[in-house]
C-alpha cells in the first residue's frame, strides 16, 4: 500500500518578489532590479534584459521622523 499524502504547503514570500518575463529573472522588489525614477513614477527594470517589469508611483516615501514632543515643566 502507498500512502498518497499531497502536502501542498504554500508559503509564501516575505517580500513581494518581481518576475522578469522576458528573461525569467527573479529578484525582490527591493532586489536588483534597476529603479529608474520616471516622473511621478518609478521603473523597475530588469538588469539582464532591460525591459520594464513594474512601474510604481512616486512619493509613498513619507518622511515623518516622529514627533518631538516637549515637555515644559512649567511651575507657577
Ligand atoms: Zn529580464
Known amino acids: ?10 508559503s509564501p514570500p516575505p517580500k513581494t518578489t518581481l518576475h522578469c518575463l522576458s528573461c525569467g529573472h527573479e529578484s525582490a522588489v527591493d532586489g536588483d532590479w534597476t529603479v529608474r525614477a520616471d516622473g511621478e513614477r518609478v521603473a523597475y527594470e530588469c538588469p539582464d534584459c532591460g525591459s520594464t517589469i513594474t512601474t510604481r508611483p512616486r512619493g509613498v516615501t513619507s518622511t515623518t ?3 518631538g514632543s516637549l515637555t515644559f515643566g512649567q511651575s507657577d
Not at 500500500?1 to 504554500?10: A, E, F, G, N, Y
Open 1 to 10: 500500500m502507498t500512502p498518497s499524502i499531497d502536502l501542498t504547503v504554500r
Open 65 to 67: 521622523d516622529g514627533e
